[in-house]
C-alpha cells in the first residue's frame, strides 16, 4: 500500500524545483498536495526527479520497502533519525538535500543565491501580507574558510504558498521563495543544526 | 534534488568511472549504477546517482548556466 502522506511530502517539497520546472511536472504536483489527485502520474513524475534516488538509497539502508515511505522522504527534505552517512567502499553517501545541493557550487561555480534559492531554509514569520510572507532566515555566505550560514539573519518577502494558516512568530520551511511547511522551534533548531552540519561535512571534504 | 551536476562517462573501470565534468575530468564511484562509457550521469559527492540521457544532461547545464 502507498505511502500518501510521504509522497504528498515529496511533493511538497519536489514543487517548484528547477527540474520539477524544467519537466513540466510542478502542476502534477500542486494538484497532489491540494486536491490530493492524480497519485498515479505523481508518482510517476516524482520518479523522475533525482530525490527519487536519494529515496531508493535510504529505503534500502534502513529496510523499508517504499521508496516513499514519509520516514524515508523526511528524512532526505529535512532530516530525522533516519538520515545517516551511507558507508560505502571508497567514499560515502550523505542522503540530505542540503547537503546534495553543495556539489553545484564546486562543479559549476553555480551562484550562491541559487543554492541559497534550493536549499531547505528555515524562516520565523515577521509578518503576513496577503499571499506573501516578510520572514527572517539565515542565508548561506561565503567566508574564506568556505560556504556558511550566516550568523546574522535576514529579512526576505516569500509566498505564503501551501501555508494557509500562518501568523507572526511561526517557523517555517521554504525553498524557492515558496513557504512549504511550519515547524516547531525544535525542528526548526534541528533543521538548522544539519544543513550546518552538512556545511561542515562539505568543507571537510573539499580540505 | 535540484542542483545535481551532469557528467560524460569517458572510461569504466570496475566500480570506477572517469568523467569529464564540463571540461574537468574526475573519477566518480559508481557503485550504485552500472554505467558505460558514452553515458550521462548526475553525480552527488562522487558517486553517479542517475544516468540521464545526453538531451537532459545538455538542458540541465543550460538552465544552470542560465541561473548563475
Not at chain 1, 510521504?6 to 520539477?20: F, T
Not at chain 1, 571508497?90 to 542522503?95: A, E, R, V
Request: hydrophobic share 40%; proline share 1%; charged share 30%.
Amino acid at each position: 500500500m502507498k505511502d500518501l502522506k510521504g509522497l504528498k511530502l515529496a511533493a511538497l517539497y519536489g514543487y517548484e524545483c528547477l527540474m520539477a520546472k524544467k519537466m513540466g511536472i510542478n502542476g502534477i504536483l500542486f494538484s497532489f498536495v491540494i486536491k490530493g489527485e492524480g497519485l498515479e502520474e505523481t508518482e510517476k513524475a516524482l520518479k523522475k526527479l533525482v530525490a527519487f534516488h536519494w529515496y531508493k538509497l535510504i529505503a534500502a539502508y534502513h529496510g523499508f520497502e517504499d521508496p516513499f515511505d514519509r520516514r524515508v522522504v523526511r528524512a532526505y527534505w529535512t532530516g530525522n533519525r533516519y538520515l545517516r552517512r551511507i558507508e560505502k567502499e571508497k567514499g560515502f553517501l550523505f542522503p540530505f538535500h542540503n547537503f546534495t545541493i553543495l556539489d553545484s557550487i564546486h562543479r559549476s561555480k553555480t551562484a550562491l543565491s541559487l543554492i541559497d534559492e534550493c536549499k531547505i531554509s528555515v524562516g520565523q514569520v515577521l509578518e503576513t501580507r496577503g499571499e506573501d510572507l516578510i520572514v527572517e532566515y539565515y542565508p548561506l555566505i561565503k567566508r574564506s574558510s568556505g560556504l556558511c550560514l550566516a550568523d546574522f539573519t535576514e529579512k526576505r518577502v516569500i509566498k505564503k504558498g501551501f501555508l494557509k494558516q500562518v501568523q507572526k512568530g511561526d517557523f517555517i520551511t521554504f525553498h524557492y521563495g515558496i513557504a512549504r511547511e511550519r515547524m516547531s522551534k525544535v525542528q526548526a533548531r534541528s533543521l538548522w543544526r544539519r544543513t550546518q552540519d552538512s556545511l561542515d561535512l562539505f568543507k571537510e571534504l573539499r580540505s | 534534488m535540484c542542483l545535481t551536476i551532469p557528467a560524460k562517462v569517458i572510461k569504466v573501470s570496475g566500480a570506477e568511472a572517469e568523467v569529464d565534468f564540463l571540461g574537468k575530468k574526475e573519477k566518480i564511484n559508481c557503485q550504485l549504477i552500472r554505467v558505460k562509457k558514452g553515458d550521462y550521469v548526475m553525480v552527488s559527492n562522487g558517486f553517479a546517482v542517475k544516468k540521464i540521457s545526453r538531451k537532459e544532461a545538455k538542458e540541465i547545464l543550460r538552465i544552470l548556466k542560465e541561473e548563475k
